[in-house]
C-alpha cells in the first residue's frame, strides 16, 4: 500500500514536470536539447526520403538543415520523424516535433483550428492525376466512375471529392495511410488514378514504378484541379521560432536573387555591396534581431545552398524528377518566389 | 492481543487509532481515492488549459458540419456533402459488419478446427495443428498485407476480370455480382422468413417435449428447414415472382450494376477470420479435453454414433468452458477491425482518423472512438454472459 502511495505521488510529480516543460520556449528547448526535431513525410522522392547511404535527403529535408544552421551555425543538428499525413498534425501540437517540414498545404482551416502557424511557403504545388498511358484517358473531365488511390485527412482527398462534385461526376475512393502501402496499391492496379500534388506525382512516376513497367507508361493529365502551397509549421507560442524558419527561407530566396551560392559565398562576403553585405552579416545587425548568429545566412548558404541550388539538387534538373521550376521561379523570373528584404 | 476475543468485536482491545487496522485501512482508501482524483483533475484541467492557450479549437460543433470527403464502401446513403457525425456513422457500420461476420464465420471454422485436431485420423488432425500453430504465432497485420497484396497482385484488372456465366466477375476491384432489383416483395419475404425462424423454435420445443414424453423422435431439422425456406418462397411466388436482376456490366472504368465485395473488405474479413479461430479452435479443444473421458465412453456405450457423441454429450458440456474464452475471442475481433486502417477499409477509425485531420480536434474524437468501442464490447459481453447463464448447469 505504501509503495502505491508512492507510485502515485511518483506519477503526479512526473505530471507536473512534464507540464512545465511544456510551458517553456520552443527554441530554448531546442537549444537545451542541443537538436532539432523535424517531421517529415514517410517517403517523397526528392522531397524527404532516404539516399543509398541511407541520409534523409529533399526539399523539406532542406529546410530543417537551414533552421538547424541557423539555430546552431551547423546543418546536420537535426532528427527526422517521419510522420504520415494523419499523424503529422498530431504529432506537432504535442509537442513531439519542433518544425513540421511534410509537404503540407496551407490553409485557412489549419492555421486557425489546429493551434498552429505556417511560417513561408516554400513550394507552389498544384493536385494532379496520375493514370496509366494505356487506360487511354487524356484529360480529367473523363475521369467519371473511376476508382482513384488517395492518402487520408489530406487537403487532396477534400479537393478530389469537391472537383468530382463540381463536374457531376462520381469515383470510389481507395484510401490508405501510408505512402509506400497506396503507391503499391495503384501500381498494382487497384485504382485507375493515383491522385496527389504534381510534384509528388512526377516523383513516385520517377522513383517508384516497379519493373518490368517504365516511367513513360504512366502520365500525369494536364488538369491542376488546385492550388497547394506547401509550407513549414510551427506550435503558437513561440514568435521567435517561427521568425526564424519564416526568415530562413526569405534568406535562401534573397541568396539566390543575389547571386549568392554556396560556391561564391567566400568571395561575395568581399562584396561592396551593401545588401549582399547585410544579407551576410558584414555589415551586422541583422542576425542579432533574429536571436541567431550574425553569420547566419553565411553558415546556411554555405551548407545548404540558396533556393535555387536546393530546388535544382533535389527536384529540378540535377534530380531524377527533373520537374519545371514553374511557378516556383524567382519573382525576378516570372515566378512566385518572392522574399520580403532583409534590412 | 487477548487471543481468546478473536470473532467478538464487543471485547476488542484499545488500540492507539493509527495502530487500528479499520481506521489506517479507510485512511489509506481515502488518500488514494483522493490522489486518483487529483490526478484525474490535473490531467483534465491541464489538458483543457493548454487547448485554450494554444488556440485549439474545442468542442463537439463540427460533428453537423459537412465532412467533404467521400467513402469507398457504405452500408447507407453517403456523400461528401454529408456531415461528420454522419461519416464516423458509416465507419461504425463498416466496423459493425466486418465484425458481426468474423465473429459468425471464425466460431464455425474455429469449431470445426478445434474437433478437427482431436480426431483419431492422424492426418487431419495434423493439419488441424499446422493451421493453429500457423496462424496464431504470426501477427495479424502480416496476415492481412499479405491477404492484401494477394488478391490486388494476384487478380486480372476489371477489364480483364474472370468471369463466371457472365454474370459474377472477379477482379482487383472485388467481386461483382448479380442482385435482385428493388420489389416490395422483398420485404414480405423477409418477414416471412423471420416468421420461420420463430415457428421453429416453437416446432423445436414442442418436438422436445414430446420426445421427453412418449420418446417419439419428430425430424425438426427437416420441418424447420421446410419453414424457414419454404415460407419465404410461397411469398415471393404469391407476390408475382419478381425476377428482374441488376447485373454487373463493364462501363467506363469499372463495372456498374450488381452488387460488390470490395477487395478490403474482403482482405479484412478473411484475415480476422483466420487468424481469430486459429484461438478459437484451441478453446474448443480445451472445452472437450476438460470433460471427463467417461463421457464420451458412457455415450459410445449407448450407442451414439461419434457425431452424435459429440453433437449431444460433448459439445453441451464443454460450452460452459468455451464460453468465457470465446467472449474474449469475440471482443478481439472487434477491435482488430480497426487494423483495417492499414489496407484502406473505410472502418470506425478510419472514419474518425480522417475527422481528426480535418478538424485538428484529436481529443473529442479520440472519446468517440472509445465510447463506440465500449458500447460494441459492452453489448457482446452483456449477450456473451446472458447466454452464458442460461447454459450455465443447474443443479438440481
Redo the contacts between chains.
Sequence with gaps: ?RS??LA??V??AA??AA?NA?AGKDLDAIKARGALICGVPTGIAGFAAADSQGKWVGLDIDVCRAVSTAIFGESEKVKYVPLT??QR??AL?SGEVDLLSNNTTVTL??D????LDFTAITYYDGQGFLVPRK?GVKSAKE?????ICVA???TT??N???Y??ANKMT????????AE??R??FY???C?VYTTDVSSLAATRAANVPPPAKPEDFIILPEIISKEPLGPMV???DNQFADIIRWTQFAMLEAEEYGITSGNVDEMVKSENPTIKRILGVTPGMGKALGVDDRWVYNIIKQVGNYGESYDRHVGPHSLLKIDRGVNRLWTQGGLQYAPPIR | MAVGSLGSSTTRTKVAPWNDPVIRGWV?QI??VG??G??AW??VS?TIE??Q?????SGFSYLHREA?????DTMIAY???STYARAIFVGMLNTLKVAVIGIFLSTILGTMIGVGRLSPNWLLAKICECYVEMFRNVPLLLWLFLIY?LI??AFP?PRQAINVLNSFFLS??GLYAPVPLADPTYHWMGIAFLIGVVATVFVKRWAKKRQDATGQPFPTIKTGIGLIVGLPVIVWLLGGAPHHMSWPHL????F?GGIVIQ??FTALLIGLVLYTSAFVAEIVRSGILALHKGQSEAASALGLSRGQVMRLVLLPQAMRLIIPPMTSQYLNITKNSSLA????Y?DLV?AV??T???????IENILIIMAAYLSVSLSISAFMNWYNKRIALRER
Design positions: 500500500m502505491f502511495v502515485a505521488a506519477g503526479v505530471a507536473l507540464g511544456f499525413s494523419q498534425f498530431t501540437q482551416q489549419r486557425t483550428a489546429l493551434g487506360l475521369l467519371d466512375g473511376a476508382t487520408p485527412g489530406t482527398e477534400l478530389l471529392a469537391d468530382f462534385r469515383f470510389k475512393p481507395v484510401v490508405i495511410e501510408k502501402e497506396i503499391a496499391a498494382a492496379g487497384r485507375d506550435r503558437h507560442g | 489509506f488518500v488514494v490522489l486518483v487529483l490526478l490535473f490531467l491541464n493548454n487547448l492557450r494554444q488556440k485549439i479549437a467533404g470527403f467521400e467513402i469507398g456523400s461528401p456533402a497484396k490486388s497482385e484488372g482487383n476491384r462501363k467506363g472504368f469499372n456498374d477487395p478490403e486502417i492499414a489496407i484502406g473505410p478510419a482518423n480522417v481528426i485531420n480535418q478538424t485538428g480536434q484529436a
